[in-house]
């Protein structure tokens, strides 16, 4: 659907779920609406994986990223574990983890998990990594930086993280000239013909769903226009 579209949907479908009495939304407010929407959906699926199921890959798949590092040095901290430096604010959401241990090497994943989990499995057994499975990632900061710790493999020759970038906002039709919704500026083509999901049409109904019911939540609460304020 094109943002308009979409538009014409929230209203149908605000409507059949609001009580007779509820206020309308505005344009820029129903861009907000369902930018906020598409985010939580995006990170459900990515937080869930990309093969996952079909859905899942044909929403996600076109957008990942790939960033790689091939500098790593051995911890002074922990055993059998590799240490790489990464900024995270590069990566709006972390979709998977691999590393190679050699040029030539097979690519195997790499698992987030905590200090509590490493601390209380380092020397069980049945669940200590190896090549065969996966190995384990915990975060050691270091300023504004942050160590990504490896714990397992023998080398690191490349790490590679896949991730999303932050979605482009989904804006209506007839928004302020100028006004700003999560970092993009209304020009006039964008106050015409509105700025379009860039993701598959397959969720567009479920983002359509979930603003008009958050639309409705918010109807009546006093911090509601608080609420529909974060993204500017």
Not at 132 to 141: A, C, G, L, S, V
Request: aromatic share 10%; charged share 20%; proline share 5%.
């Amino acid at each position: 659907m094109t943002a308009s579209q979409m538009y014409n949907e929230f209203e149908v479908t605000y409507e059949a779920i609001a009580s007779d009495n509820a206020p309308g939304y505005e344009p820029y407010e129903v861009s907000i609406l369902l930018t906020q929407a598409q985010d939580s959906i995006i990170r459900e699926l990515a937080s869930v994986g990309v093969e996952k199921d079909d859905v899942s890959a044909l929403v996600l798949g076109p957008f990942i990223e790939t960033s790689t590092y091939t500098t790593s040095a051995a911890s002074t901290m922990y055993p059998s574990t590799f240490e790489i430096t990464v900024d995270e604010g590069d990566f709006w959401r972390i979709v998977n983890e691999r590393l190679k241990e050699s040029e030539s090497g097979s690519t195997i994943d790499v698992r987030p998990i905590d200090h509590a989990f490493f601390e209380a499995n380092k020397d069980n057994p049945f669940k200590k990594p190896d090549s065969t499975r996966y190995y384990w990632r915990f975060i050691q900061k270091n300023g504004s930086d942050a160590n990504w710790c490896i714990y397992g493999p023998t080398a690191i020759h490349t790490y590679y993280i896949n991730y999303l970038e932050k979605p482009d906002p989904i804006i209506v039709p007839g928004v302020s000239l100028s006004t700003v919704i999560d970092g993009t500026t209304i020009n006039a083509t964008i106050f015409n013909d509105g700025l379009d999901c860039k993701y598959n049409s397959v969720i567009h109904r479920t983002i359509i769903d979930r603003a008009a019911q958050r639309g409705k939540a918010i109807v009546g609460d006093p911090q509601g226009v608080q609420l529909l304020s974060t993204m500017k």
